[in-house]
């Protein structure tokens, strides 16, 4: 069955940097436009970035530029997202997002807590 695992989530000080990995089975990876996106505490789901195509194309939100980049290796399954000078307010719930034409698949998440 389709499955999406994140993992490297944790606590991190503010200024720390982390990088997430989501591990994909279960479907033709490659095929799939790859995408993270967070949820904090009482608020909406947001897009963070996207990676699609065999050229890897990557696409950010206005707010996520700078400081996230999403990247992916077919040959694993796996696409990351690596966060630098990480602030309190990207303290949220991070999930990855598998789309094509017909399907979205969505990963349980990993939470990343930024505090001193």
């Known amino acids: 069955q389709v499955q999406l695992v994140e993992s490297g989530g944790g606590l991190v000080q503010p200024g720390g940097s982390l990088k997430l990995s989501c591990a994909a089975s279960?479907?033709?990876?490659?095929?799939?436009?790859m995408s993270w996106y967070r949820q904090a505490p009482g608020k909406e789901r947001e897009l963070i970035a996207v990676i699609i195509g065999p050229g890897g194309i990557t696409n950010y939100a206005d707010s996520m530029k700078g400081r996230f980049t999403i990247s992916r290796d077919n040959a694993k399954n796996t696409v990351y997202l690596q966060m630098n000078s990480l602030k309190p307010e990207d303290t949220a719930v991070y999930y990855c997002k598998a789309t094509n034409k017909e399907y979205d698949y969505w990963g349980q998440g990993t939470q990343v807590t930024v505090s001193s």
């Open positions: 279960g479907f033709t990876f490659r095929n799939y436009a």
